[in-house]
């Protein structure tokens, strides 16, 4: 069976790393099978084939596999995924386990507790991950849409955490009840001339409100959030961006612009400009 699903990927134009990965991640997922089962022709697939071959139709069809599963795995966690929000990334959980260990201890606690507010939380992933790895801290996530926050909410639960989800719409905003040590986004910024050097995988299947920004303003998420942060963030907070890494220079002057203080950009796994950083003065 493990060849059968491996061949159908290559013959739909992966390479031959991305099948064989695939076709095992796949098995691992719908029968528990692991890369010794495979290799020891265990025939745990039996009974599954129906399943294994429709998965399998649709993947090769450019599914993406977590949309296909109905699950991704991120920060050691388990996420429930579908089209309504983003797959998460190994971008943005490098980015989380960055401010978790070099940001959140360098900041100074506003009334006892660490608050941490998610814009655009999609499937929770990051507020959720916070919330696991800071058990003491308060945790907001907002998002514009229906299907995220219901997914996200779903995530919550499924992960056992506490978090405060809120229908926000971060860019006709301009106050919050609460104030936050840190507020993280991860923003629409994807400038719609790039559609033409995405993946199909991508553009046929992941939500565009969460994907695209005007091509005459691609700061338009930094910018909004930046000015609500001013107000909201306590004195010394911080305020943290996934960002477009065509605009990493740009964003950064544009959070001094705006008096931030401490502006820092970071590179990702990759060594392209991935996270800014700026603390409120």
Request: proline share 4%.
């Amino acid at each position: 069976m493990f060849r059968q699903i491996k061949q159908s990927f290559t013959l739909s134009g992966m390479d031959e790393g991305e099948a064989k990965a695939t076709a095992l991640l796949l098995l691992e997922k719908v029968c528990g099978m692991t890369q010794t089962d495979v290799l020891m022709g265990n025939e745990k697939w039996v009974g599954h084939e129906n399943k294994l071959t429709d998965m399998t139709r649709r993947i090769a069809n450019g599914e993406p596999i977590q949309y296909v599963l109905g699950e991704t795995d991120f920060c050691g966690m388990t996420f429930h995924v579908e089209p309504g929000v983003l797959i998460p990334r190994p971008e943005t959980e490098e980015i989380v386990h960055a401010v978790s260990s070099t940001i959140i201890p360098t900041l100074t606690i506003q009334n006892s507790k660490l608050s941490i507010l998610d814009i655009g939380t999609g499937s929770g992933c990051i507020a959720i991950s916070f919330a696991k790895m800071h058990l003491e801290a308060s945790v907001e996530a907002w998002d514009i849409s229906d299907d995220a926050l219901r997914i996200a909410k779903e995530n919550a639960k499924r992960n056992n955490t506490n978090i405060d989800f809120k229908k926000i719409d971060a860019l006709n905003t301009t106050t919050s009840e609460k104030q936050f040590s840190l507020i993280i986004s991860n923003p629409p910024y994807i400038c719609q001339e790039e559609e033409k050097d995405m993946e199909a995988r991508v553009l046929d299947h992941e939500p565009h409100l969460a994907l695209f920004v005007p091509n005459n303003d691609p700061l338009l998420f930094y910018r909004k959030i930046a000015g609500l942060a001013l107000h909201i963030l306590y004195n010394k907070g911080a305020l943290v961006f996934e960002i477009n890494r065509r605009f990493g220079k740009e964003t950064a002057n544009m959070l001094q612009d705006m008096g931030f203080c401490n502006v820092e950009v970071t590179k990702d796994m990759y060594g392209n400009d991935r996270m800014v950083k700026a603390i409120k003065p």
